[in-house]
C-alpha cells in the first residue's frame, strides 16, 4: 500500500468515525432528557419492538448486501442491491402475514399485550432496516464515506427529535417506538441520495440477471445468513 492510499483510507476512516462519534454524542447527550420524559416501561416496550425488528432486519436481505462491494461492474451491484430489495420485501410480507395470522400467540409468548399494535408496524421496520443496508454497501462501494457520516447524524438527530418531540406531549411509547421507525426512513432516504443509479443501469435490470446473480453469490444466504440469525437471537432472545 502506498503513502497516497494510506492516506485515503485514513481520511475515510476518519469520515466514519467522526460521523458514528457525533451520532453518538448526540443521543448521549440527550439520553438524560429522554429518561425524564418517559417511563421504564415505555423504554422496555421499545426494546421489545426494536429486538423483534432487529432478528428478522440482519437477515431481511439474505445477506446478499455483502455482495454489493464485490462485482468489478456496476451494473452488477445494481442487480445485486435489486435481489437484496426484492428478498427483503418478500421476508417482510411473510413477516407481515404471520404478525396478522399469529398475532396472539406472538403477544403470549413475548408476555407484553403492550406490543399487539407494534407488531404490525415490524415488518415495515425489517423492509427498511434491510433498505437502509443496501443503500449503506452501495455508499461504501462508490466511496461516498461523507454521505456514510451525514446518514448517521441525520438518523440519530430524527431519533431524539421525534422522540423529545412526542415525550413532550405525553405520548407515551408511541414516541420512542415511532421515532426509531422514522429515523430508518429518513436515513434511507439520506443515503439514497447519494447514490445516482443512472436510466442506463436500471433499463439492463432483467429477472435472468437477478437469478444469475442470486445463483453466483448463493454462499451468503446458504452461510453467512445462519451464523447471523443465530448470533442476532442469541442477543436479542
Known amino acids: 500500500m502506498n503513502a497516497n492510499s494510506k492516506n485515503e483510507f485514513s481520511r475515510n476512516a476518519l469520515t466514519l468515525i467522526s460521523g458514528t462519534a457525533a451520532a453518538q454524542a448526540i443521543l448521549i447527550a ?6 425524564r420524559l418517559y ?7 421499545l426494546a421489545l419492538f426494536v429486538s423483534f425488528s432487529s432478528i428478522f432486519g440482519a437477515i431481511a436481505n439474505g445477506r446478499y448486501e455483502l455482495a454489493i462491494v464485490l462485482p ?17 420485501f ?14 396472539q400467540q406472538i403477544i403470549n409468548l413475548i408476555g407484553n399485550k403492550a406490543i399487539s399494535f407494534w407488531l404490525y408496524l415490524t415488518p415495515l421496520s425489517v423492509f427498511f ?6 443503500l449503506n454497501y452501495l455508499n461504501v462501494r462508490f466511496k461516498r464515506y461523507e454521505a456514510l457520516a451525514k446518514a448517521n447524524v441525520i438518523k440519530t438527530l430524527t431519533l431524539v ?4 418531540t412526542c415525550g413532550a406531549i405525553k405520548n407515551g411509547a408511541s414516541g420512542l417506538i415511532s421515532g426509531h421507525l422514522l429515523a430508518s426512513i429518513v436515513g434511507s ?4 441520495r447519494g447514490v445516482s443509479i443512472g436510466t442506463s443501469s436500471l433499463k439492463l435490470l432483467s ?8 445463483l453466483r453469490y448463493k454462499n451468503f444466504p446458504l452461510f453467512s445468513m445462519w451464523a447471523v440469525l443465530c448470533n442476532t437471537l442469541s442477543v436479542n432472545l
Do not use: W
Not at 129 to 134: D, E, P
Open 30 to 35: 440527550l439520553t438524560p432528557v429522554l429518561t
Open 39 to 45: 417511563t421504564p416501561e415505555d423504554f422496555g416496550l
Open 72 to 88: 468489478e461492474e456496476d451494473d452488477e451491484a445494481y442487480t445485486i442491491a435489486a435481489l437484496c430489495i426484492m428478498v427483503a
Open 90 to 103: 418478500c421476508i417482510s410480507f411473510i413477516l407481515f402475514l404471520c404478525v396478522n395470522i399469529f398475532h
Open 129 to 134: 432496516i434491510a433498505f437502509y443496508n443496501v
Open 161 to 164: 427529535s421525534i422522540q423529545i
Open 189 to 192: 432516504l439520506s443515503l439514497a
Open 207 to 214: 429477472i435472468d440477471k437477478i437469478k444469475r446473480v442470486a
